[in-house]
């Protein structure tokens, strides 16, 4: 066998160098009545930007930047899913709550001590987000408050597999218009903290 094939040759990678990655390519433009899948970051297009639960909030931070996004998925080492960290959450009152409660410096703070574990989070469904429209995941999000939603299906075993996520910046930006949750976020909190009280 080798004598039908020839070696080719190597060269010493460069300084500097990166790789490839795959862009998922959306519309520029979309209407309330375009496919949500013209919207959604979808992972079988484009890898999800994951990080370890040990990590800083100043390494998500970098990440983010660097990234270009404003969510990361925890994960483990087997990449299961442990939660999900947003900006908001890294400039938020978290941090300050977590270290009021244990103490400590917020370079002593972990993803893991602030994301929102897996099993807060809520999803939605590639199977009615295939049939769905850009209004409808507007007013879903703007419903439930939320500047992310995660979008599932499932695998040959019946398993959630996050498929990919709607941000309202990146919707916003698609439609030419802003998106404000906070209000209905604001009310929600506003609702939470008087039935805490």
């Known amino acids: 066998m080798s004598e039908n094939y020839t070696t080719l040759p190597y ?4 300084n500097g160098s990166t790789y490839h990655r795959p862009p998922q390519r959306l519309p520029d433009r979309v209407t309330a009545d375009s496919a ?12 999800a930007i ?6 800083t909030l100043s390494a998500a931070e970098q990440r983010m930047i660097a990234s270009g996004v404003r969510l990361l998925l925890v994960t483990d080492q087997s990449n299961a899913i442990l939660g ?6 890294l400039h938020g009152d978290r941090p300050l709550k977590y270290l009021q409660e244990v103490g400590g410096k917020r370079e002593d703070i972990f993803l893991r001590d602030i ?11 590639m199977v009615d987000v295939e049939n769905a429209k850009v209004g409808h995941i507007v007013q879903t999000m703007k419903r439930v408050g939320r500047q992310h939603a ?11 597999m996050v498929r990919g996520i709607f941000s309202t910046k990146q919707i916003s930006k698609q439609l030419g218009i802003n998106i404000d949750t906070t209000e209905v976020a604001k009310t929600f909190a506003e609702l939470e903290m008087a039935l805490t009280a």
Do not use: H, R, W
């Open 11 to 14: 060269s010493s990678l460069s």
């Open 36 to 47: 949500a899948t013209d919207v959604m970051t979808d992972f079988t297009k484009v890898a």
């Open 50 to 55: 994951t990080m370890g639960p040990c990590a």
């Open 84 to 89: 999900i960290i947003t900006s908001t959450d």
């Open 115 to 125: 994301m929102t574990p897996a099993d807060k989070l809520e999803v939605l469904y």
């Open 150 to 160: 995660l979008v599932v299906d499932l695998d040959g075993n019946k398993q959630q």
